[in-house]
């Protein structure tokens, strides 16, 4: 029993991607390994940020990014209302897979909703053409880290 408790707790602790589920861990998400790119993000888990997101924002650095995490997975829509520049949104499920990427979603299209066509817990927007410009592909794999 020792043993099997002691290797469930170094899979646990040296897994690439600990599994985030409460509030505490969220907030320690500050980095994003993406297509071979790592962002620096802001992490929105609460419906105040879910429904703020970037709205009202001037820009987007290069190399950041607004993290939303969810308390389970379903299929997220999102808009762009009173955004002032254009992002990628990337879905992402609980396996930390790429599940759909809206390219160069602008501010024009508003109220257009996007969707993905499949569940996800987690969604990333990034700077618009970020998802070309790195080739980021449907099934690729994202690490959340905390430093």
Do not use: H
């Not at 308390?71 to 955004?83: A, C, Q, R, V």
């Amino acid at each position: 029993m020792i043993v099997v408790t002691f290797i469930v707790t170094i899979f646990f602790f040296a897994s690439p991607n600990k599994t985030w589920t409460t509030r505490n861990d969220v907030n320690t998400i500050k980095y994003v390994k993406i297509a071979g790119e790592t962002l620096k993000v802001e992490t929105a888990s609460t419906p105040d940020r879910w429904e703020k997101g970037l709205s009202g924002r001037k820009e987007l650095k290069k190399d950041e990014g607004l993290l939303f995490v969810f308390n389970y997975s379903d299929e997220y829509p999102f808009w762009m209302k009173d955004m002032n520049f254009a992002i990628d949104i990337i879905w992402i499920d609980e396996d930390f897979r790429v599940v759909y990427i809206k390219e160069n979603a602008t501010p024009e299209s508003y109220p257009e909703t996007f969707f993905p066509n499949k569940k996800a817990r987690y969604v990333l927007e990034v700077n618009s053409l970020f998802s070309e410009k790195n080739n980021l592909k449907v099934g690729d794999f994202v690490k959340f880290l905390a430093s």
